[in-house]
């Protein structure tokens, strides 16, 4: 298991005129950039990575000081489905601070995410002659675009006292203003941020990084585990039931009160032998749930059935450390390992003894997040200890004709490794210590993630086929 953040410290703002330490002068001879090639290539003394930003139709990064370890995409009313820049996007996170008592729980609104739809193939320069009006039109929207890019995105921040770090934040589906937070003190709480966000929603003043005042606020309801814990979901089928499992190997199940309180059941759910890493509920059973453990299985449970497992199965040769549901392929479930493996399995098969239908050893350092897409049946996205983050598309296929069209249309070879997996769509890297990613549900193609250096805002230009086609309903 890898959860922890190495290295505990406050973020800074840097200066954004400030010159990268190795950078070289406009004088100096121009060395022919090459495509980096993770766990091949290495960075030699004074080498740094450079992003390309043509492969990112929009790419920022911020941070509110501590890092944190989770956080969570808060559903809003903008719009169900947005793909008009600039974007405005909600968030509730928990830090990892140095001493307990200096944690907070984030609750942030970054408005003016600017970006520039792109084609995922660059198109090759040609004469004059070939340009006609709509590409002077492309013109001036780019001017629009620049100077969006130039005053940047907008962070505005208020937080909520916490005592102690938090190690897993979630928040209600249905009710997105009520949040849990798994505390390293052994507490799951409760909280009602809808004050927080109604501020956010009501101002547009620009709030300054890592220096919001800070609220003193009581939690609706908690609870005491016997230990603490990272598991945490709840109910995309009935609003306010929660499950949480904790590194004593239990499991709870929460159910909400017409007193607008919980009910937490004091006998847990048992049979893993060793901590619960993860909890997913179904997306179409209410009363089913998904847990996985360092035991290295993945068990099925059934609230209905008592308080053993319904199913349970050797997952991966280490701890499985994360777990996603599929909502749009409620069969398909994945799960990310300790040794690095992912895998998919179809629940449909668990009866014939192998339901794995994909696996892949890609990542060598352990997988800390996994999540499907909300808008892609066949895609989720994968973080790793190995500081990278990378899509994957289980619908695509090695196809020879295909890469000699591509590499014919631009003119080079496409510097990759052979023994790339012909799913993976996309490498994003940048971060140090990555933690945690999440789609957002009402952008399609929007990606963020979290490290020990802050968040990142991606949509890489090669998933434009999430996007409904221009003119779109």
Known sequence: MTRGIKHRKKAKSKNKGSKKEGGSSSLAPQIPAKVWQPGVDKLEEGEELQCDPSA??????????????????LRDSLGLVRTEFPHTVYFVAGTQAEKPSWNSIGIFKVSNISGKRREPVPKLETDDSGMDGEDSDSDDDSEDEDEDVAQGPSLQLRKVAHQGCINRIRSMPQNPHICAAWADTGHVQVWDLSSHLNALAETETEGVQGVAAVFNQDPLYKYKHKDEGYAIDWSPLVPGRLVSGDCDNSIYLWEPTSAGTWNVDNAPFTGHAA??????????EPHVF??????????????????????????????????????????????????GTISIRDLRLLKEGDSVVA??????????????????????????????????DLSLEKDEEEEA??????????????????????????QKD?????WHAQIPGMIVSTAADGFNILMPSNIQSTLPSDGAL
């Open 359 to 392: 696996h892949f050893e890609y990542h060598k350092h352990p997988i800390t997040s996994i999540e499907w897409s909300p808008h892609e049946a066949s895609s989720l996205a994968v973080t790793s200890a190995d500081n990278q983050l990378t899509i994957w």
């Open 405 to 430: 069209e591509f590499k014919a249309k631009i003119k080079e070879q496409v510097n990759a490794p052979e023994d790339l997996p012909p799913q993976l769509l996309f490498i994003h890297q940048g």
């Open 275 to 284: 901590s619960v890493e993860d909890l997913q509920w179904s997306p179409t």
């Open 434 to 438: 990555l933690k945690e990613l999440h």
């Open 56 to 73: 990112y139709n929009s790419l920022h990064a911020f941070h509110i000081g501590w890092p944190c370890l989770s956080f969570d995409i």
């Open 290 to 339: 998904a847990s996985c453990s360092v035991d290295g299985s993945i068990a099925i449970w059934d609230t209905r059935l008592g308080k053993s497992p319904a199913a349970s199965f050797k997952a991966h040769n280490a701890d499985v450390n994360v777990m996603s549901w599929n909502r749009l392929a409620s069969c398909m479930l994945a799960s990310g390992s300790d040794d």
